[in-house]
């Protein structure tokens, strides 16, 4: 089994609905270990490269706006990201987070009990999860500095 680190980023529309306590607590029910926590204001630029992967995608700009907190009235755009570790971490978390679309999210995860789509059809899904190994290890590395995190 192999250790890993992963990132959550408990999004803008978690925080404005109060979720975020519920949130932690079903990733803590994974029995993986929370080894790094902080609130951080996301500038464009770190939104910008945090999905540069999606530059492509016609809802790009959208989505920059959404997790710098413009839908839902941070006017600081802050997002709780935290670091979880331990065996199978990515896929556990994602297991637990539910499917991206959050009507096509099992019952019970995290996005299938409080994700939604706005009548603007703007996926409200609560966090981000890494996907696979090379992206958690470049979005630790992107949202925490050295030493910011428990070896």
Known sequence: MAIERTLILIKPDGAARRLT?????????????????KMVKVSEAL????????????FFPNLIRYIRGEF??????????LVYRGENAIK????IAGATNPEQ?????????????????????????SSDPADA??????????GEVLD
């Open 47 to 58: 939104a910008r490269e945090h999905y540069k992967a999606l530059a492509d995608k016609p």
């Open 137 to 146: 290890a470049r979005e630790v590395a992107l949202w925490f500095a050295a």
């Open 21 to 37: 306590g519920l949130t932690i607590d079903r990733l803590d029910s994974t029995g993986l270990e929370l080894v790094g926590a």
């Open 92 to 95: 556990r978390v994602r297991e």
């Open 105 to 129: 999210a099992a019952p019970g995860t995290i996005r299938g009990s409080f994700g939604r789509i706005t009548t603007a059809q703007q996926f409200e899904n609560v966090l981000h999860a």
């Open 72 to 81: 839902h009235g941070i006017k600081d755009g802050r997002v709780l990201a």
